[in-house]
């Protein structure tokens, strides 16, 4: 298990993280999330003792990691998968971290073999793709078969075999009992691979909680309804109904009705008796993307001036790791979320759409020490 307790890192007048505390537990495999300049790559480097706090502690099984007995057989750890001398091979470069911490050299090739790069393992590192760095990256975290493990975006550079391959590995080590925590910007693979979440923004604790919780916890579903294009009565007559009977209705741009507050049977039943024709009628679930943007919106430090016009922009929220406030309903929903309205007739669908005027540039960037 990780533990942290009032973490703290300042370098200056720069807080990279404050007062963050938190469980990472056996058997699951935790996300650990945030916008870039969140703070964590800099929590990831106290966890491992790279990094001194400025206050609080961070234990891995009850103890600071300079103090875990045989650290690299108890904790494995994926950071910055280009940390390799490219002029030695990668049974080379295993070899010398498993001589350090006395492990057998038979399991240097067995690591090989689970990562897929037996074949190249006398070819030098430096001639490596992105993606075999990765993996050669994740094979010295494996080494010492450690019981806690820790991946910085472990996917990146990966085909979608790749991919595929990490997400089964992290779901069989956190089935085996072992500590796997994972940052990554990936929300489409957090998604499909974490169990539980930590999001944090501008070093502190915004949500800890399992994914569907946290989905649960920042979106609102809604259910998306059209009717016929050509009977516009019909639409205002389904908008009265649903209205009547408590619903929020919301226009969309391409005709459809945005409706909360109803289940999907209701607005059945409701269009059924009001003698009005559906063309659609389907349940939106908000993704883990719409989630987190929507929970990070405020955390935000690199923001192009563009996404006011895009309509990604919202007010930040009252305060980090207070529950998220309902969303307030608007007339024109935010762009950039939904399906684009069907092409005109005689338009061609194919075609690209015209260019939005360039919006100035932001050069203003705060510096985030790691």
Same mark, same amino acid.
């Given at each position: 298990?990780?533990?942290?307790?009032?973490?703290?890192?300042?370098?200056?007048?720069?807080?990279?993280?404050?007062?963050?505390?938190?469980? =990472?537990?056996?058997?699951?495999?935790?996300?650990?999330?945030?916008?870039?300049?969140?703070?964590?790559?800099?929590?990831?480097?106290?966890?491992?003792?790279?990094?001194?706090?400025?206050?609080g502690t961070v234990t891995i099984g009850g103890s600071p990691f300079r103090q875990v007995p045989n650290a690299p057989r108890q904790v494995g750890a994926l950071l910055d998968a280009k940390a390799v001398h490219g002029g030695r091979s990668a049974r080379n470069h295993l070899l010398s971290l498993a001589q350090l911490s006395g492990i057998p050299a038979r399991r240097v090739d067995e690591v090989l073999g689970v990562v897929g790069l037996q074949d190249v393992a006398k070819k030098r590192s430096k001639g490596y793709s992105l993606g075999m760095g990765q993996r050669l990256g994740i094979a010295a975290a494996l080494l010492g078969d450690p019981q806690v493990l820790l991946f910085d975006e472990p996917v990146n550079g990966l085909d979608p075999e790749g991919i595929l391959w990490v997400r089964n590995l992290m779901k069989t080590l956190a089935a085996e009992g072992r500590t796997v925590f994972v940052s990554s910007h990936l929300m489409s693979e957090m998604a499909l691979t974490a169990d539980h979440l930590i999001v944090i923004g501008r070093g502190r604790l915004l949500s800890d909680m399992g994914v569907q919780d946290f989905i649960s916890a920042n979106s609102a579903d809604f259910a998306r309804v059209?009717?016929?294009?050509?009977?516009?009565?019909?639409?205002?007559?389904?908008?009265?109904?649903?209205?009547?009977?408590?619903?929020?209705?919301?226009?969309?741009?391409?005709?459809?009705?945005? =409706?909360?507050?109803?289940?999907?049977?209701?607005?059945? &039943?409701?269009?059924?008796?009001? &003698? =009005?024709?559906?063309?659609?009628?389907?349940?939106?679930?908000?993704?883990?993307?719409?989630?987190?943007?929507?929970?990070?919106?405020?955390?935000?430090?690199?923001?192009?001036?563009?996404?006011?016009?895009?309509?990604?922009?919202?007010?930040?929220?009252?305060?980090?790791?207070?529950?998220?406030?309902?969303?307030?309903? =608007?007339?024109?929903?935010?762009?950039?979320?939904?399906?684009?309205?069907?092409?005109?007739?005689?338009?061609?669908?194919?075609?690209?759409?015209?260019?939005?005027?360039?919006?100035?540039? &932001?050069?203003?960037?705060?510096?985030?020490?790691?």
């Open positions: 298990m990780i533990e942290a307790v009032g973490l703290t890192k300042r370098y200056g007048a720069k807080t990279a993280v404050d007062n963050l505390s938190f469980h =990472v537990r056996p058997g699951a495999v935790t996300g650990f999330l945030g916008p870039n300049g969140a703070g964590k790559s800099t929590t990831m480097r106290m966890i491992l003792g790279l990094d001194t706090p400025t206050a059209r009717t016929p294009a050509t009977e516009p009565e019909q639409r205002e007559k389904l908008t009265a109904a649903l209205s009547e009977a408590g619903a929020q209705v919301m226009s969309e741009p391409d005709g459809a009705l945005r =409706v909360m507050g109803l289940p999907l049977p209701r607005i059945s &039943d409701l269009a059924h008796s009001a &003698d =009005v024709r559906l063309w659609e009628l389907s349940p939106h679930r908000a993704s883990l993307e719409e989630a987190y943007m929507r929970m990070t919106q405020g955390a935000v430090d690199y923001r192009s001036t563009a996404d006011e016009k895009a309509g990604l922009m919202e007010a930040p929220q009252p305060g980090y790791g207070q529950p998220p406030q309902p969303p307030i309903p =608007v007339e024109v929903p935010q762009q950039g979320w939904y399906a684009p309205p069907p092409p005109a007739p005689g338009e061609n669908p194919y075609a690209a759409p015209p260019a939005p005027a360039a919006a100035p540039a &932001d050069l203003t960037k705060s510096e985030d020490p790691r």
